[in-house]
């Protein structure tokens, strides 16, 4: 927790009090009280835990392969090896946080040419309708190489839409 933070904490907070008290944070001494103070079965929890501590030891993640490609290790903390993104998880007092999917980016969307007119199916442009953003498909064709691969795109296609509408 001091050296990574956790979601919303960020490393070296001085107290973590706020977040306890309103919630954001569940704390447990024991895997076992963490598992009642989030209301879940224990079991299943320290079962994942172990799983997840074992690979963690030998720098690997076989559940979700945290730090398997460049992007995700260039994210992680350099000084710690073999993995840089995965560590086990076994001093108390243990934190848990509540995790909501998102959205960020699509990967699928209108096909679109080079002046951000969207196609139809033979390919052709429809007249009059324009398409940029996470309405369009991905130039990126389902990758994500890295932050401002979805913000970059969107602002280029809305200005060569505009620049073609004027036109
Ligand atoms: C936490 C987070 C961090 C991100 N960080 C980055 C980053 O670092 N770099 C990067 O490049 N991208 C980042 N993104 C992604 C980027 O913000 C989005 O891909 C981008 O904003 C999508 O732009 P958009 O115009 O297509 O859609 P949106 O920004 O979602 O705009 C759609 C708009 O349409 C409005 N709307 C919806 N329905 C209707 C309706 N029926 N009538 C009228 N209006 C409607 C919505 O209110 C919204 O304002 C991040 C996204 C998130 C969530």
Known sequence: MWRYGLGAVRPFAL???????GGYLVRGQTIGALALALGIDA???AATLARYNEGARNGTDPEFGRGGD???RYLGD???TPNPCVAPIEHPPFYAVAVHPGDLGTAAGLLTDENARVLDGAGRPIDNLYACGNDMSSIMNGAYPGPGITLGPALTFGYLA????AG
């Open 70 to 72: 460049a992007y995700q």
């Open 162 to 165: 505009a620049k073609h509408m």
């Open 43 to 45: 079991e299943p929890l």
């Open 15 to 21: 107290s973590l009090r706020e977040y306890l008290r």
């Open 78 to 80: 350099a000084d710690h």
